[in-house]
């Protein structure tokens, strides 16, 4: 396998892991996004359509360095995002979000998802914090394999 199929299936595969991730957090354990987390959900979709155009539209490896870009930016957003969520900066007022499944009509009973609180952690990595780490070594690798120098074909 060449650099950039490598680096084309890793673009791939973490933007869809990743959103796949958010999404089974969501719809599986009720971890409902706040406003900064669907930030970093957007260039993981626009990561997917550009790592999937580098299957099939000519010049590929612009089209795979474009998703590994777009990837870096979830990353950072998702850098910004623990750090408001662990206190370390002051994040966009207002941005929270009412709960989807909250009685919108009892304004009392319409818990707000917040972006400053993070609702879930492993050895103290909040989901941005996953986010940051995986988007951003990720992006760099892709970018790494992109802007290689290609093998040249064996005689």
Known sequence: MTRHALARL???ALSGGLLAGAYVSELVFGLY???M?????WPHFAALGLAALAFAAPLPRFWTGLSGLAIL????I???HAGVEYGWWEGITGCAVIDPNANV????AAPLIRCDVAPWSLFGVSLAGFNF?????????ILALTVGRQERARR
């Open 105 to 108: 009509l009892d304004p009392g």
């Open 10 to 12: 890793l673009a791939l």
């Open 33 to 35: 996004p706040c406003e």
């Open 78 to 80: 998702g850098g910004f």
């Open 37 to 41: 987390c669907w930030w970093q959900r």
């Open 133 to 141: 780490l995986f988007s951003c070594l990720g992006a760099i690798a």
């Open 73 to 76: 930016v979830s990353g950072l």
